[in-house]
Structure formats: C-alpha cells, structure tokens
T-cell receptor
Framework: EAQVTQNPRYLITVTGKKLTVTCSQN?????MSWYRQDPGLGLRQIYY???????DKGDVPEGYKVSRKEKRNFPLILESPSPNQTSLYFC????????????FGSGTRLTVV | SQKIEQNSEALNIQEGKTATLTCNYT??????LQWYRQDPGRGPVFLLL?????KEKRKERLKVTFDTTLKQSLFHITASQPADSATYLC??????????FGRGTSLIVHP
C-alpha cells in the first residue's frame, strides 16, 4: 500500500531533550515536507526537500532540523524541544512539487512539558 | 502578505444537498490550487488539483472551480452524505516551494 509512515504517533517529552520523528514513504516520491498544525493557525510548512541531500526552510523552521540522506526517509529533529513546539506534526510527500497532490502521514502529536 | 480565507464557521447541510465551500485568496498568483479532506486527528487526504489555466475540474461527486480574476475557488460536493462530514482545506501553490494552506472549513452533513 502506498503510504507515508510517521513514528511515533504520540510523544510526550521534557524541555531540552533531543528527539527525532521519523518519516518514510514507499512511493519513490522526490518531494517531501514537514508541517505543523496548530488550532487557529492551520498547516504551516517547517522544512521541505526536493530530492536527496536537498533541503530548504519553510515558513517556520526555527528550532527544527531535517536531513534527506535517502529518498524514502525524511526525519524531523528537535535538538532542544520547547513547550511552544507542542503541536500536531505531519510529514507529506509528492511525486514532484506543486502539480501533484501531497500524501500525508497519520501525524505525530508532540507534547513538550 | 499572502492570505487565504476559508469560512471559519461550520457549514451545516442536509443529506442529499450540494455543499459549496469557498476559498478566497489575496496577494497571491497560484499556479495550482488543491483541495484536501481532513478528519479529526488524521492527516489531510488529497482530493483534487486545478491549474491556473483551468476553470473547472470534476471527480465523481466533487467539482472544483478556479477563478483567477475573482481570486476564488469553489468546492462542491453533490448529493452529500453524512460520511462527507469533515474539514476541507484548500492549498495554493505558487512560485515558491512553500504551499500555503487555508485553515479549513468544517462540513457537517445531517441525515
């Protein structure tokens, strides 16, 4: 089944403790991205990647890192999480940017205390 | 700054009727406009994409129109069913590689 897989689904952590949210797609998509969704603010893009070893900032990149060493994986790294990063996170992929719809993962609900 | 507006109030309709959702935008020249469905706590699901040079796109009970003069897209669901109840998001894709999503409109279809 074609899908984007995110892990973990739920995560509670403490301020400052580094964490990684994994994202993997099995569709050979070139484009991958990370979003956060907050009430009243909608989906906002954190980082995106046009292909392996090519990443760039989205609208809200502060406090996040990403890497794209393989085409299928695009992990999101929070080096020192803070409470304002408590949010619902989605990974998405697409065959290419713009003229194809995005396939989203099921989401990761992160709580930083 | 770029702005997308979708009705923040929920749209309540009776089963069998046509639901029409609106997406308005300003300060934007999108090349593509996409519509997604999102259920609570789940990831958005892609429904339709329409290009700037297209006026209308259909897929089964769904229809999308795109008016670049009015800077507006309408999303229609005909013969709506309670299972269509969800939040519907529009997304604009322009010159940058950062798509802009609206906040979504909640649709509630009553049996």
């Amino acid at each position: 089944e074609a899908q984007v897989t995110q892990n973990p689904r739920y995560l509670i952590t403490v301020t400052g403790k580094k964490l990684t949210v994994t994202c993997s797609q099995n569709m050979n998509h070139e484009y991958m991205s990370w979003y956060r969704q907050d009430p009243g603010l909608g989906l906002r893009q954190i980082y995106y990647s046009m292909n392996v070893e090519v990443t760039d900032k989205g609208d809200v990149p502060e406090g996040y890192k990403v890497s794209r060493k393989e085409k299928r994986n695009f992990p999101l790294i929070l080096e020192s999480p803070s409470p304002n990063q408590t949010s619902l996170y989605f990974c998405a992929s697409s065959l290419s940017f713009g003229n194809y719809g995005y396939t989203f993962g099921s989401g990761t609900r992160l709580t930083v205390v | 700054s770029q702005k997308i507006e979708q009705n923040s109030e929920a749209l309540n309709i009776q089963e069998g009727k046509t639901a029409t959702l609106t997406c308005n935008y300003t300060n934007y020249s999108p090349a593509y406009l996409q519509w997604y469905r999102q259920d609570p706590g789940r990831g958005p699901v892609f429904l339709l994409l329409i290009r700037e040079n297209e006026k209308e796109k259909r897929k089964e009970r769904l229809k999308v129109t795109f008016d670049t003069t009015l800077k507006q897209s309408l999303f229609h669901i005909t013969a709506s069913q309670p299972a269509d109840s969800a939040t519907y998001l529009c997304a604009l894709v322009g010159g940058s590689y950062i798509p802009t999503f609206g906040r979504g409109t909640s649709l509630i279809v009553h049996p």
